[in-house]
Structure formats: structure tokens, C-alpha cells
């Protein structure tokens, strides 16, 4: 066996090599977050309904892989991250999967609405402040793109403060009309 092999539990189906694979990848995550079980937590106790440090290392590995890392966050991945946010109702990952989705949600926002985003190794880091690249006004982002973060937060039982406070941001005063739009989206009040 060489030393370049993957490590038992990475399946080469957790290896992406597009983002529609990088997609199917953390709905592999987001399964075991459910189950408790499947490749993303072996050789591990992992409780269903439970996320922590190693499955959020888990969506940052896939997220950040080398086939994907200078294309912009999609929206199947955004898509799948929601549904590991609303999966997971115990948490024990220090709130880092709250900044990772908050953050690669901003990446897709972002490219979606035309504007440049840093590579995902850089924009997704613990490391790296999202107010260092992330737009800060609802004028640089497309209305369609709030009106759609805005659908996957309405209604969940998992609210995700760092992703509030960005859509708050984003708001701002410049979109006040849209703001009005979105009636009872989200609950500021921290």
C-alpha cells in the first residue's frame, strides 16, 4: 500500500472533482450528521442529530479540495450545507460550521450577483474575517440572492447568528424596499 492511499474512511466519493461532486459529497456529511453513521464517521462514537469538529472539518476538506478551490461556492453546495445546519441539533464544533456556512454562503451570494471572490481555501478560513472580502451592501448583491438566503432561513429551527448578522449586513439601509419584502425572515435581536 502506498503512502499517497486515502485514509480508510475517505471513499472516493468524498474526494470532489467538480462541484456537483462536491455537492454530492457533503450530502454524505449531512447523512451521517442524521444517521449517526457512514463513511464521514467512522472509527468514531457520533450520535445522530449531532455535528462536530470532525464533520465540519469533514465540509471544509470538501469544499476546499483542489478540484473545486478556484471556482466559487454553488448553490447545490449552499443547498446541502443548509441542510446540515438543520440537521444537526446538538453541536459541539465550537460554532465553526455556523462561520463555515455563513461564509460560503456569502461565496455564492457574491459570484452569483457578479462579483469576484477570493479562492475558497482563503474565503472559507477560521482565519480569514468574512468582512475582509464578503460584500457589505445589498446594492453589490442581486436581490434574487438575498430573496433565496433568505427562503433557506425562513422557518428552520436552526438559526444561524453569523449568517443573520451577514444578511443584516447586507440589508443595510440601501435596501430597505427589499427588506420589506422579506417580512419575518429572521429575528435580529441579539
Known amino acids: 500500500m502506498s503512502s499517497a492511499a486515502p485514509?480508510?474512511?475517505?471513499s472516493s466519493s468524498l474526494v470532489p472533482s467538480c462541484r456537483d461532486t462536491a455537492a454530492?459529497?457533503?450530502?454524505?456529511?449531512?447523512?451521517g450528521v442524521i444517521t449517526g453513521e457512514g463513511p464521514t464517521t467512522k472509527g468514531r462514537v457520533h450520535f445522530s442529530r449531532s455535528l462536530d469538529a470532525d464533520d465540519t472539518a469533514w465540509c471544509m476538506r470538501i469544499l476546499t479540495a483542489t478540484a473545486v478551490n478556484d471556482q466559487p461556492v454553488s448553490?447545490?453546495?449552499?443547498?446541502?450545507?443548509?441542510?446540515?445546519?438543520?440537521?444537526?441539533?446538538?453541536?459541539?464544533?465550537?460554532?465553526r460550521f455556523d462561520d463555515l456556512l455563513a461564509k460560503a454562503v456569502a461565496h455564492y451570494a457574491a459570484s452569483a450577483s457578479g462579483l469576484k471572490v477570493p479562492p475558497r481555501s482563503v474565503a472559507l478560513s477560521a482565519d480569514t474575517e468574512i468582512e475582509s472580502w464578503a460584500p457589505s451592501y445589498a446594492s453589490k448583491v442581486n436581490s434574487e440572492m438575498l430573496?433565496?438566503?433568505?427562503?433557506?432561513?425562513?422557518?428552520?429551527?436552526q438559526n444561524n447568528r453569523r449568517l443573520m448578522a451577514m444578511v443584516a449586513t447586507f440589508l443595510g439601509t440601501t435596501a430597505l424596499p427589499l427588506a420589506g419584502?422579506?417580512?419575518n425572515v429572521f429575528?435580529?435581536?441579539?
Open 147 to 157: 430573496e433565496w438566503i433568505a427562503g433557506q432561513m425562513r422557518g428552520k429551527r
Open 75 to 95: 448553490r447545490g453546495e449552499a443547498e446541502v450545507l443548509f441542510e446540515i445546519n438543520e440537521a444537526a441539533t446538538e453541536r459541539t464544533d465550537g460554532g
Open 7 to 10: 485514509k480508510p474512511t475517505e
Open 181 to 183: 419584502q422579506l417580512p
Open 187 to 190: 429575528d435580529i435581536g441579539m
Open 24 to 31: 454530492h459529497a457533503l450530502s454524505v456529511v449531512r447523512d
